[in-house]
């Protein structure tokens, strides 16, 4: 898995490719943990994420409670597969999905 993100004014852009699961979860995590002070819009672009388990549902979860409290997170450019893991887990009913 390959992380690449941009802060700008405030929007922090975190760029995931590959694929979001136990092994490489903590990765990530450790972004949302050490990244996120004075952030107030947080956007995973997941236009090249493959696949995501419970693990990466996880850390979505952790980071949008954390950005409910100072802002707002979206999820673009999410494939068939990632948007059928997040419609039958749920997760599409309280996301922001683009």
């Not at 590959?18 to 947080?42: F, Q």
């Amino acid at each position: 898995m390959t992380i690449n993100k941009t802060l700008n004014e405030g929007t922090l852009l975190i760029a995931v490719e590959g694929r979001l699961e136990t092994t490489t979860a903590p990765e990530l995590e450790a972004v949302i943990k050490n990244e996120l002070d004075g952030v107030t819009s947080l956007v995973f672009d997941f236009s090249k994420l493959d696949y995501i388990s419970s693990a990466g549902l996880r850390i979505l979860l952790t980071a949008q409670k954390a950005m409910t409290r100072q802002g707002e997170m979206k999820v673009c450019g999410a494939n068939e597969i990632v948007m059928e893991i997040f419609e039958v887990t749920g997760f599409s009913d309280f996301l922001t999905i683009e």
